[in-house]
């Protein structure tokens, strides 16, 4: 690191847990986000803030005036913009070091694959089962690790699936693919426009992805793999469950469909 890179991250440095090694691996690290939503404005602007080297972000939308009472990252200047173009340039603002490559793409097959195997760390900030369960099996067969988030209404949710550690549970272990799949793609890519979302809760599960992201970068305390956290913004609780992998699970065996349910413990 230069002198205006230690001063840039002084006040990481000076945590004892952190220092100048955990940002030097932050500085040469390189992490895909997918999705430049509400979950992607919070972790892509606190990546970037810390020095995050390489950041590639996906998303094939455009950015609509209803996005912006909680998609952060977007102006209202950008309303009609592709939302990862949008999210770059606000990313350059932020932090210009920070080398942002903006995929006006939705990702899959073979191009989510070959991305995921060049990225250290992967945050699922998308709005639909279907990309998520496509990234995480894209995550499985590389061994990356995976940062996922959720939010709608008053109900957020993040958790780690360390796919770096051989009996590590993946999303499919907590949300089987069929499962999901009886209530049809369209209807979660629909719920925020008939459910609502509370503003600042994807900022408080962004934000989350963003420090595990970080931690997993760095090397440095405890993260949430094997954790599920589901935090209820009405009530201000935040409740923690244990997850271990299912036996049974296509993603990680790769071999015939199970019931794909986590046995979760208390």
Known sequence: MDDNQRLRYSRHLLLNEFGEEAQARLLGAHAL?????GLGSAALMYLAAAGLGHIRVADDDRVDLTNLQRQVIHRTASVGEPKAASAAR?????????????????LQ????????RQADVVLDCSDNF???HAINRACVAA???????????????????DLRQA???CYHCL????EQGQHGERYEEERCATLGIFAPLVGIIGTMQAAEAIKIIAGIGETLAGRLQMYDALAARWHEVRLVRDAHCRAVRGGPRGRG???RQP
């Open 261 to 263: 349910r986590l046995r």
């Open 90 to 106: 606000t990313l350059a603002e932020i932090n210009p070091e920070v080398r942002v490559e903006p995929l006006v793409e939705r």
């Open 130 to 132: 279907a990309t998520r």
């Open 33 to 37: 986000v997918v999705g430049a939503g």
């Open 109 to 116: 097959g073979q191009r989510l694959e070959a991305l995921v």
């Open 167 to 169: 009996n590590a549970p």
């Open 175 to 178: 949300f089987a693919e069929d």
């Open 143 to 161: 061994r990356r690790p995976l940062v996922s988030g959720a939010a709608i209404r008053f109900d957020g949710q993040v958790a780690v699936f």
